[in-house]
């Protein structure tokens, strides 16, 4: 079964009450509010899809939000700091450092990645304060293969080579910049919940930085905020507003734009990461162009992340015990 989503009164894009009652300042969208009546049906929400269902969503290059898998993904599993502190063991783990809670990319210099113990990250993450310093773990599952055997992976993925699965872990209201990427994506909310604002593809409008900057895919306009002086063409883009939630999973069409907030104090998410078919960099050309040296850094961290694991698993069996 599927449903198309139907913006309420309460929506932001209708200038509704639910910005002032989380406390978070209200978003003026109203340069964009005939474009989001539009989109009407720009999210599809589908109950259990069968595999030949997703793929066709995949196809049709929409957005989808599938529901009624938690349980049977999570193995009735509950991602608290806990299991991940037992899984991870205070090993040092991946994480990104900003200076408050919109993370503005910096387009002459990659993301700011640092490694900490786990156990600083707890601390970091329970202790932030809503405006200020913020700490995010984004991480290669590879890096602690040990957290596999808590979830089982969708069944969408059947038949694709999945290239990366990553870990996102963030507090309240840490908000992702702008981007698009060049891979399909399957994001798996596990614990809390993230509201996304996105934009079908194109590149007119959304002002991405410099193609030999390092952030070709992502856009200089905070969509929250947006300066429309500066980037004046901005005002013909058409938002698509809407709140992930735990258990949810979201089918993110490569290309497609999107800025994330995470609205509760704990929230993590797996994401899938699989190439896009050759059809669909050849329609997104412009897009996919400005993401090849991208793409050629982070295959690069993929394997090196596959050969940490691999050495992790031939030392684990040459002590005589069973990776993970």
Same mark, same amino acid.
């Given at each position: 079964m599927e449903r198309v989503r139907k913006l309420d009164k309460g929506s932001r894009f209708c200038g509704g009450l639910e910005a002032i009652a989380s406390g978070r300042?209200?978003?003026?969208?109203?340069? %964009?509010?005939?474009?989001?009546?539009?989109?009407?049906?720009? #999210?599809?929400?589908?109950?259990?899809?069968?595999?030949? %269902?997703?793929?066709?969503?995949?196809? %049709?290059?929409?957005?989808?939000?599938?529901?009624?898998?938690?349980?049977?993904?999570?193995?009735?599993?509950?991602?608290?700091? =806990?299991?991940?502190?037992?899984?991870?063991?205070?090993?040092?783990?991946? #994480?990104?450092?900003?200076?408050?809670?919109y993370y503005q990319w910096d387009p002459k210099n990659r993301v700011p990645f640092a490694r900490v113990p786990f156990a600083e990250f707890r601390d970091r993450i329970?202790?932030?304060?809503?405006? !200020?310093?913020?700490?995010?773990?984004?991480? =290669?599952? $590879?890096?602690?293969?040990?957290?596999?055997?808590?979830?089982?992976?969708?069944?969408?993925?059947?038949?694709?080579?999945? /290239? /990366?699965?990553?870990?996102?872990? *963030?507090?309240? +209201?840490?908000?992702?910049?702008? @981007?698009?990427?060049?891979?399909?994506?399957?994001?798996?909310?596990?614990?809390?919940?993230?509201?996304?604002?996105?934009?079908?593809? !194109?590149?007119?409008?959304?002002?991405? @930085?410099?193609?030999? *900057?390092?952030?070709?895919?992502?856009? %200089? #306009? $905070?969509?929250?905020?947006?300066?429309?002086?500066r980037f004046p063409h901005f005002r013909h883009t058409w938002p698509i507003e809407f709140t992930l939630k735990a258990g949810e999973l979201l089918y993110i069409p490569?290309?497609?734009?999107?800025?994330?907030?995470?609205? =509760?104090?704990?929230?993590?998410?797996?994401?899938?990461?699989?190439?896009?078919?050759? !059809?669909?960099?050849?329609?997104?050309?412009?897009?996919? +162009?400005?993401?090849?040296?991208?793409?050629?850094?982070? $295959?690069?961290?993929?394997?090196?992340?596959? /050969?940490?694991? $691999?050495? /992790?698993?031939? !030392?684990?069996?040459?002590?005589?015990?069973?990776?993970?």
């Amino acid at each position: 079964m599927e449903r198309v989503r139907k913006l309420d009164k309460g929506s932001r894009f209708c200038g509704g009450l639910e910005a002032i009652a989380s406390g978070r300042p209200r978003r003026d969208y109203r340069y %964009q509010k005939v474009s989001a009546m539009k989109n009407l049906d720009a #999210v599809k929400y589908m109950d259990q899809p069968t595999l030949e %269902q997703f793929e066709e969503a995949v196809k %049709q290059h929409q957005l989808v939000v599938i529901r009624g898998l938690g349980q049977t993904l999570s193995k009735n599993n509950t991602y608290s700091l =806990d299991l991940l502190e037992k899984v991870v063991e205070n090993r040092w783990i991946e #994480v990104i450092r900003v200076a408050s809670r919109y993370y503005q990319w910096d387009p002459k210099n990659r993301v700011p990645f640092a490694r900490v113990p786990f156990a600083e990250f707890r601390d970091r993450i329970t202790t932030e304060t809503f405006e !200020g310093p913020r700490v995010y773990l984004q991480d =290669d599952i $590879n890096n602690f293969p040990a957290l596999r055997k808590y979830y089982q992976e969708p069944v969408y993925l059947t038949g694709r080579q999945v /290239r /990366r699965t990553k870990l996102w872990v *963030s507090g309240a +209201g840490l908000v992702t910049p702008l @981007h698009y990427d060049s891979v399909e994506v399957l994001h798996w909310m596990m614990a809390g919940s993230k509201r996304f604002v996105c934009f079908r593809p !194109g590149l007119r409008g959304f002002y991405p @930085h410099s193609i030999a *900057s390092t952030g070709p895919s992502f856009s %200089q #306009v $905070n969509p929250d905020f947006p300066d429309l002086e500066r980037f004046p063409h901005f005002r013909h883009t058409w938002p698509i507003e809407f709140t992930l939630k735990a258990g949810e999973l979201l089918y993110i069409p490569a290309f497609y734009w999107h800025q994330v907030e995470s609205l =509760d104090s704990y929230n993590a998410s797996i994401n899938f990461l699989w190439l896009a078919s050759k !059809g669909k960099n050849l329609r997104y050309f412009p897009e996919f +162009g400005r993401c090849l040296p991208f793409l050629i850094w982070q $295959n690069q961290k993929i394997q090196r992340a596959k /050969r940490k694991e $691999n050495n /992790r698993a031939s !030392g684990a069996l040459e002590r005589g015990n069973t990776p993970g």
